[in-house]
């Protein structure tokens, strides 16, 4: 039976994978450091711990940190099928590794997303880490990816003009929704929009429609925490949503964590996909 540790020093001595021209890059060095990182999970908890890593840690935490995930693996083999996440990191050295993870543990909003998955329990009961180098015998790595990232809070002064489109057609998204204006939000919406709702699958005329003839009416709508990924003519928007709603006699209010696709569209940023996750009624509760 193969155990944990075992399959992390297998998994170490092939990582020359990591360097194969399908594999993104977003860091450029001479010589990266690649983690490899064994999560063993509580009996039960393995698919609250992919959706904290959808979620929270890839979609905010670990590009907040510098902490570059190159793949993330499911074992297919007996017990770890059940209880094993494997991932990947990318790193410009050991001691930027240290670092990264050491400011990624201190964020207060990192605490909080823990805090919150482990309420029931934790997650992970034991993580195995192994640091290792490519070999000279790597094929060499892809070119890398040309990503613009920032939270929109940041856009501006950073320079990052696509971030900062991106962020306005997002908030433009709030706006239409506080109003439910369909007005504001047609414009703004890609001709293949989707919106994924649980099990719900609506189009851009079901939105319209919807806005359109809807009794609904929001106190609030706004975006915060909001991270944006633009990478040539794809975007992604990732944050908390929170709202105060009456729908008829039911309470509405609550946080949501959404994910937004955008896509270019000639020199315009459209809504390509959106979908959501209900977190409660407090955002970090």
């Not at 905010?60 to 770890?80: E, I, Q, V």
């Not at 997002?170 to 109003?179: I, Q, S, V």
């Not at 005329?205 to 925490?225: A, G, H, N």
């Amino acid at each position: 039976m193969r155990t944990v540790a075992s399959l992390t020093r297998r998994i170490a001595t092939t990582c020359t994978l990591l360097t194969m021209s399908s594999l993104p890059s977003l860091a450029q060095s001479s010589s990266p450091v690649y983690e490899i990182r064994t999560y063993t999970v509580s009996p039960g908890r393995l698919a609250d711990e992919y959706e904290r890593f959808r979620h929270d840690w890839i979609a905010t935490y670990f590009p907040k940190h510098n902490l570059t995930g190159l793949l993330y693996l499911a074992p297919t083999d007996t017990p770890l099928v059940n209880n094993t996440l494997i991932y990947i990191l990318r790193h410009p050295s050991r001691e930027a590794a240290d670092r990264n993870w050491a400011e990624f543990l201190a964020d207060s909003g990192v605490k909080a997303v823990s805090a919150r998955w482990n309420a029931n329990g934790r997650i992970v009961t034991r993580v195995d880490r192994v640091f290792a180098t490519a070999t000279d015998f790597s094929p060499t790595p892809a070119p890398p990816v040309d990503l613009q990232v920032a939270s929109c809070d940041s856009a501006r002064a950073k320079g990052l003009d696509e971030v900062e489109s991106v962020c306005r057609v997002n908030a433009r998204w709030d706006e239409a929704n506080l109003k439910m204006d369909p007005g504001i939000v047609e414009p703004i919406l890609d001709a293949q929009f989707y919106w994924v709702a649980g099990s719900r699958l609506r189009s851009k005329s079901d939105i319209v429609d919807i806005l359109r003839t809807t009794t609904v009416r929001f106190e609030t709508y706004e975006s915060t925490d909001v991270m944006v990924y633009v990478g040539q003519n794809m975007a992604q928007a990732v944050g908390l949503s929170n709202r105060k709603v009456k729908v008829g006699s039911s309470d509405g209010d609550g946080a949501y964590r959404f994910t937004r696709t955008f896509v270019k569209r000639g020199d315009r940023w459209l809504i390509l996909g959106h979908q959501y996750t209900f977190l409660g009624k407090a955002a970090g509760g």
